[in-house]
């Protein structure tokens, strides 16, 4: 069993700052691209930022120089630092992650998901 838990999401005033954290956990064998995606309310999933496990970075343009994301592959854990928040920013935020899984019998690669953190930003 794997599993990815987020936390950091909360509610800020536009310009504010915010880092979310992304942790993996269970029979990982390695992880290779790690991203953000976010939802906001009537809108589909879409790509915030990814990482791969030699730290190329790849952004969406609405958080191009605003939005950072960085991992630390001790800690199987990825972070999304935001600045200069805007309302639109407002957004369930995922985390994703491309696993090397250890089975009983071989390695398989999965796809999995966080459970999503809200990120808020309003005055």
């Known amino acids: 069993q794997v599993q990815l838990v987020e936390s950091g999401g909360g509610l800020v005033q536009p310009g504010g700052s915010l880092r979310l954290s992304c942790a993996a956990s269970?029979?990982?064998?390695?992880?290779?691209?790690m991203g953000w995606y976010r939802q906001a309310p009537g809108r589909q999933r879409e790509l915030v930022a990814s990482?791969?496990?030699?730290?190329?970075?790849n952004y969406a343009d609405p958080v191009k120089g605003r939005f950072t994301i960085s991992r630390d592959n001790a800690k199987n854990t990825v972070y999304l630092h935001m600045n200069s928040l805007k309302p639109e920013d407002t957004a369930v935020y995922y985390c994703?992650?491309?696993?090397?899984?250890?089975?009983?019998?071989?390695?398989?690669?999965?796809?999995?998901w966080g459970q999503g953190t809200l990120v808020t930003v309003s005055s």
């Open positions: 990482i791969t496990s030699g730290d190329s970075t």
């Open positions: 269970g029979s990982i064998f390695s992880i290779n691209v």
């Open positions: 994703n992650a491309m696993v090397e899984v250890i089975t009983t019998i071989e390695l398989r690669w999965l796809e999995i």
